[in-house]
């Protein structure tokens, strides 16, 4: 019986490249480790590389990213993670350095995919514990302060957030009304131009 063959993928339809493996456990536990017994300045060091791995295409970010990512992501490390992340966003030119031939727009470009990457990172971080307190029973705060104020807003004057809640509600269904009534205008109008063009 002839050996079965592929049947070649369809021009300009090029094969996905595999997912990377799932890291070991066992490798994750001791990345975590070696991670935990750094200094706050070495583990800086260390999440400001991971972050500027990630900021690059999968292809190039190298072979133990996603074991990185794994350890840096664990309830044992995110809180600390988290805890530096907003320096690292603040003072970025602090761990990335700019080679001699690199354009100053180059290196500002740099900084921005850095930046927008720790904050991406931070957004992990904060999913992480967030399940993690809800499997304890409770919420994590929002991160955001809009979000917490409103919450605050709501639990302290109640009154006086409701009667901010009917008064949005209020101009919503009438702002609503209002383009109702030009949507209907505007029909009203083009079917008499069009009764008119007719004549």
């Known amino acids: 019986m002839a050996a079965s063959q592929h049947t070649p993928a369809p021009a300009g339809d090029e094969p996905r490249p595999p997912r990377p493996a799932e890291p070991d456990p066992v490798d994750v536990a001791e990345q975590i480790e070696l991670y935990r ?81 720790a904050e991406r990172e931070a957004q992990f971080l904060h999913l992480v514990l967030a399940g993690e307190a809800a499997r304890r029973g409770y919420f994590l705060p929002d991160p955001n302060p809009r979000g917490r104020a409103r919450r605050r807003l709501a639990d302290e004057h109640p009154e006086r957030f409701l009667e901010l809640l009917r008064e949005e509600q209020q101009a919503d269904q009438e702002r609503a009304a209002e383009e109702a009534r030009a949507r209907k205008a505007a029909r009203r109008a083009a079917r008499t131009k069009k009764n008119g063009d007719g004549d």
Request: hydrophobic share 35%; aromatic share 8%.
């Open 37 to 117: 017994s750094m200094t706050g300045a070495e583990f800086a060091e260390t999440l400001a590389a991971f972050v500027a791995a990630g900021a690059r295409p999968p292809a190039s970010r190298g072979e133990d990213y996603e074991l990185q990512a794994r350890a840096i992501r664990s309830p044992e490390l995110a809180r600390k993670a988290q805890r530096l992340l907003p320096g690292l966003i603040r003072e970025p030119d602090k761990y990335l350095y700019a080679p001699e031939d690199e354009s100053r727009s180059a290196y500002l470009d740099r900084i921005g995919q850095f930046r927008s990457r």
